[in-house]
Nanobody, 125 residues
Framework: QVRLVQSGGGLVQAGGSLRLSCAASGSRFSINNMAWYRQAPGQQRELVAS???????NYADSVKGRFTISRDNSRDTLYLQMNSLKPEDTAVYLC???????????????????WGQGTLVTVSS
C-alpha cells in the first residue's frame, strides 16, 4: 500500500510564509497527479493547487501569485510554498495523490486516490 504523510503548517501572522510538505511512502507504487486542498471551518473543501507528474501546475484564483506548488519525483514528495498569507487562508490543508499500486502482473495493478492526514494553517491578522 501507499500513504501520504504531511508536515509543516502552524500559526503565522498575516503577510508571513509557510511551507507544507507531503511525502508518499509504501512499496511498489507510482504517483501521477498530486494536489493540495483546504477546508476552512463550516466551508466545503476546495482545490488550492495541483501538479501533474510532468510538472504542469494549476492554481485557485485566490492563491495565484502567492502560493507555489512543486514536487520532487525522486522523493515522491509534494510541497506548497505559501507566501503573503492572509487570514482567509486559515484552514486545514490536505494533500491528495493519484497512486498506482503495481502488482507482480500489470493486469492486477490498482489505481487509488489517497489523502494526507491534514495540517492546520492559522493566519492571524
Amino acid at each position: 500500500q501507499v500513504r501520504l504523510v504531511q508536515s509543516g503548517g502552524g500559526l503565522v501572522q498575516a503577510g508571513g510564509s509557510l511551507r507544507l510538505s507531503c511525502a508518499a511512502s509504501g512499496s511498489r507504487f507510482s504517483i501521477n497527479n498530486m494536489a493540495w486542498y483546504r477546508q476552512a471551518p463550516g466551508q466545503q473543501r476546495e482545490l488550492v493547487a495541483s501538479i501533474s507528474s510532468g510538472g504542469i501546475t494549476n492554481y485557485a484564483d485566490s492563491v495565484k501569485g502567492r502560493f507555489t506548488i512543486s514536487r520532487d519525483n525522486s522523493r515522491d514528495t509534494l510541497y506548497l510554498q505559501m507566501n503573503s498569507l492572509k487570514p482567509e487562508d486559515t484552514a486545514v490543508y490536505l494533500c491528495n495523490a493519484e497512486a498506482k499500486i503495481h502488482a507482480l502482473s500489470p493486469k492486477y495493478d490498482r489505481n487509488l486516490e489517497i489523502w494526507g492526514q491534514g495540517t492546520l494553517v492559522t493566519v492571524s491578522s
